[in-house]
């Protein structure tokens, strides 16, 4: 991000195609009549993290009083799951499927 050293206004990328096909991209201030061509490239790269998501079911300790069945888990061949309305999960590794 660039930002116009006269009034501290975010600068708007402009691409001037002039006719050929070398292009020359500026920044330019929407504010004042201010505008800056590059002289060179520059790039960075900033890491980014994934979000952490919360479980909308509660968390573990929501599946502490619900009811079990009978069903074999997909995953791990477990033969016990707990069960909601909303979905199945295996007892022992919490691998969740839909039947």
């Known amino acids: 991000m660039q930002f116009c050293p006269h009034d501290g206004t ?19 201030c929407p504010v004042c009549p201010y505008i800056h061509v590059p002289r060179r490239k ?21 599946w502490s009083n619900v009811d079990t ?16 309305q909303i979905q199945i999960r295996c007892v022992a590794c919490h691998h969740r499927w839909s039947d």
């Open 69 to 84: 069945t009978e069903a074999q888990c997909p995953a791990c061949n477990h033969r016990e799951a707990f069960f909601m």
């Open 42 to 62: 520059r790039a960075s790269v900033v890491p980014t993290t994934k979000k952490r998501i919360d479980d909308v079911m509660g968390g573990a300790e929501s």
């Open 10 to 28: 975010l600068l708007h990328v402009n691409v001037d195609f002039g006719g050929t096909a070398a292009q020359e991209v500026r920044f330019a």
